[in-house]
């Protein structure tokens, strides 16, 4: 009987050693995804303040910011031209 009850004894370890490890696991997938929640966040908030600061300042952007601000700029008449032509194609 000794045997089967350090059998059991090494299994049991065994068991708890694995949901030891399943819930640290499932501890780390959980703050990852907060991590990840948290990057999100922060690149709403830098899209958000980018485009704030085009709103304001479009027309006389610091230099650092200027050469992106005219590719916007650049974009935007680029769609506006493209919707046009799409109207065009379907006579409107």
Request: positive net charge; hydrophobic residues 30%.
């Given at each position: 009987m000794e045997f089967?009850?350090?059998?059991?004894?090494a299994i049991s370890a065994k068991g708890k050693v694995a949901v030891d490890k399943a819930k640290d696991m499932a501890e780390v997938v959980n703050l990852?995804?907060?991590?990840?929640a948290q990057e999100d966040l922060i690149k709403k908030c830098y899209q958000e303040l980018g485009k704030l600061y085009f709103e304001q300042y479009a027309d006389r952007p610091d230099?650092?910011?200027?050469?992106s601000?005219?590719?916007i700029k650049a974009a935007k008449e680029e769609i506006a031209q493209l919707?046009?032509?799409i109207k065009e194609i379907k006579g409107i």
């Open positions: 089967f009850d350090k059998l059991g004894d990852k995804s907060k991590v990840s230099a650092p910011f200027e050469a601000c005219e590719k919707q046009i032509k």
